[in-house]
């Protein structure tokens, strides 16, 4: 890495927050992302970025297929705060939400969520620690009205931590 | 496209505003993205994407560099505009404002911007209308402290439109 890295730019990034679910056959998770953009207008194509370490990189490689629900600025941090720092192999993060079975099958959350998608992924990078994967969207819900949740909102004026797993953690020096 | 896709949802997901650089030997370009994101922290890696149709495309490809330059809430329409909706096929874009030459010897916008990064391109994805580029973070600099210029920001406080080129641009029906 170059001396010449501030890392404090990384921080002017503005992002939303997002829970990404996926199933395994039975199996179902979802963790909090922050790295969901839209790539394409046509066809209508979606990206999430997650961790190789993370239990729901493992749904999403095997069944290829990922859900987006939107987080409200609403929601507490008590709500979706155990998808960001719990791994789905210790507890069962959807036992405690309101979700429903999307058309892919995937868990979409209804609580707090302000819209909902399915994506089906068609292609993906390695990045090293992370894999990018690129969906097209295949089913899409406006729940209600609202302002998103966004990154900042959350570090800002909740006081949010940033996972070592996500791709925007910054190393403490 | 599903019948079932709203396409409101993609109002939903939140982003920033950049003017994202680059340079064809002695040719400069920059131009409006809102789709520049972290994707891993180790090594500090960063994603942009962009219309193949721009000129910013055709350099980024051939210099396998680009530069970002994070705007400010308080940038007026007036100042970063012509990056969005002129090409810089037809004009010089970089003539009215003040910038610098990075290390990558990308033009950094000085002016109206919080913080500047330059990355290498370390590996990219064709996604049928756009490119997004995954470019290696070689040098980063905070020029001040202050609000990044939101999408969100952009389109309810500015009334701010979105190009076609935009990966996040909704065809009117």
Redesign the interface.
Known sequence: ??P???????D??????YIVTSRNEDRLNGQIVN?????????????V?INKKNLTHEYISKSKLFGVS?LEESAPFTFFGPFGFRSGREVDKLSKVQFKEG?TRCPLITEHS????EAKVV?Q?D????T?F?GD??????LKEGS?L???YYRENMKGKTHQN??????VK
Chains 1, 2 share one sequence.
Request: aromatic share 6%.
């Open positions: 890495m170059s010449e890295l501030n890392r404090k730019v990384f002017d990034l503005s992002y939303g927050l790295t969901v953009i839209q790539v394409t207008s046509a066809p209508p194509r979606v990206a970025i939107v058309v302000l819209s909902l998608l292609d990078i990045l090293g620690t992370h990018i690129i969207a295949v089913n899409s819900e406006v998103p966004t990154y900042q996500s791709p925007t953690y910054a190393p």
